[in-house]
């Protein structure tokens, strides 16, 4: 299926305009559309997406405020007067046409003469045609119309064949297994055998009743049968169901933890903030209690302290005292004084007038200068001048620790000061409500996911529970209807019919599972081959459960640790290899294939979408930086159409027009 | 997309389990052909109906 031909009538910047793509010979199927940046490159896929699913998903932001209708359409728009909007996309198969046909009408309401404007939709029309190899053709529309747009591109796979380069980023974070496992079932065809298997189910079920009707005892199996296939079905839908909740809450926070990357973890910071300030506050206390002791300490040292000069001086003169030997006192005055006058020594021995004797106790007594009373006294002095001179030395040393304590307690709190500043610093600036917001609601879905990650184990049992049970109760029924000789007719019809589902069912379940295999050995030979990285990674695997993930070459899983351009990579080398193994042959139209990849990788890329082309039609768009040097060489070998598209010069519509060659090659 | 080809592992599948009953096999393709034209719900209960009826009325006459 290909895309021959597109006509626009006044969509947005395509105001006339026709696309014909037209396969060259010795060409492959590969056009590619190159633009500056807001000329309309992106409305191509929006168009085409419009045209087949009334969306618009790659709108810019610019775009997302203007009309749809051409601006010059509005622009001389007569007022209240209608005007119609159409896309049509012709396609063709090997032997089919199809062509969709999108209308849209719009009135247009001036605003204090040409002020501004004011448009509303009025009606649409959305037409199908299928033309056969015979010629003959069938036109379908509204609802039957939107059916047929299946057969060209299913709604829910879409993102398969119409991707943007610059959010193929996202692909793996939104892509969860059950998507993967859709865009698998939907493009092999197996969804086929799966629709077969229902209806023959109901045929079978139809078949069942019929043969309920002729025996009572069938028909009592039967309703047995019956009640277990609706316990198949409810929990099938429950099983659906929690799965369904998982991916909505992996979606979701995926969704919210991007929101919240390069922002701070506010939570923990408060947390960590708080701490902070308790332990401030027992520092501080501790800080003004040192205080206090010191003042304290001052305070009854301080007269000490006034005192020191004189106690140093009384010291040094005391010292002085000692030196000359007048204190201690070492002879008693008095006692000498008393034996000059009685002339008798304290041994009874008499000291003659200007005896010998006499002259040394003279001599001693004139040595003398304080009475032994001053002398005691003063030494008495001096023992408590001493215990002031240790106080004073305890001082300077009690004084130097406790200066220390308090100067250590002061860098401790500045310390703790600064941690406080430094968080409201990483915290300035940030919604901190928005945040907390997103991180409770970041914990609601985990709690979502885990919960339903454990119903789903309940769930799996439940189910082949009822399915054993429905399987013993169809053996059963079997042998009854076996044993009825009036159903001969009937059980042959049965028969078949529950072997058609059989082969049916198999088929599914084998095809699904080498379908994964190849695409999970595909996108791995495709993700090496294009991943500039040539010995870092090992493997890519499609689990069980159909979520991708990248192995390492030192054995881990390194999807979560992926850049953007790791993401496209494994996006473009998935997508190629879903297309490539499942056998479909839709086009493929890529807005910006190298928007987030550099170097080498973009030749990679250019290599295997040229390669591509050979087997499906490839749209391209790019800007002139995409299409460099050695991409363009690489595109013009094997392009049919290189179209280059350009605004008038009031900047309302866009020309297409063939690209002139530089010849790389 | 889903046009009148058939991926040829559904084809290979099926003719792997039908080997020796080349009618069957030819009784599934076709109901799958009739898929492809993606037959309403309705549609489809008398067509199974009536396919198995043809199918046995052959096989047993």
Known sequence: MRIKKIKFKNYRQYKDVEIILKKKENKNDLHVFISVMGTGKSNLLNAINWCLFKEEPFLSRKDRKSPQLNLSIVKDAVDDEEYRMRVEIFAETLTNQISFLRDQYFQIHKINNDQGYNSHETREQFITTLIDDNGNSKLYTDEEANEKVKLFVPYGIKDYFFFDGERLDKYFKEATGQHIKNAIYQISQVELLDRSRIHMQKTLE?????????????????????????????????????????????????????????????????????????????????????????????????????????????????????????????????????????????????????SIEEKAILSLINSIKLSPKTSQELTKMKEELVSNKNTVELYTRKNSSITKEIKNLKEVLDGIDGKIKDIDRQLAGFDMIKIRYWREEIRKFEELRDENHKSLGIFETLLSNAKNKFKELTEILNKEILRESKLENLRNDMLLAQDIIKILEESNEEIMNSMRQQIESETEKRFLQLHWKKNTYKEVKIKDDYTISTIHNLGFDCMDTFSGGEREVLALAFSTALHNISGSDSMIVIDRPFAMVSGITTEYIANILSEISSERQVILLLTPNDYSKKVGAILEKKASNIFEMKLSKNERELKLEEYKYVNYT | MIGPKLNQQIVTAINEKTKNDHEKRKFIIEVLFEEIKHLEHWHFRGYYKNKIREYNKQRYK
């Open chain 1, 206 to 354: 139809g078949l069942q009743k019929d043969a309920g009707k002729k025996s009572p005892e069938i028909e009592k199996t039967r309703k047995e049968l019956e009640g277990e296939n609706n316990n198949i079905k409810t929990h099938s839908n429950e099983l659906e169901n929690c799965k369904k909740q998982i991916a909505i809450a992996k979606k979701n926070i995926n969704k919210l933890e991007d929101n919240l990357r390069g922002m701070p973890d506010t939570e923990k910071l408060q947390k960590q903030k708080d701490s902070l300030k308790d332990d401030f506050i027992k520092q501080e206390k501790l800080y003004t209690d040192k205080i206090k002791a010191k003042n304290e300490f001052l305070f009854s040292n301080g007269i000490n302290i006034f005192l020191w000069p004189t106690t140093k001086n009384a010291l040094e003169t005391f010292n002085k005292l000692e030196d000359d030997g007048q204190i201690p006192p070492t002879h008693d005055k008095d006692l000498l004084q008393k034996i000059i006058t009685k002339e008798k020594c304290i041994c009874e021995r008499d000291i003659k007038c200007g």
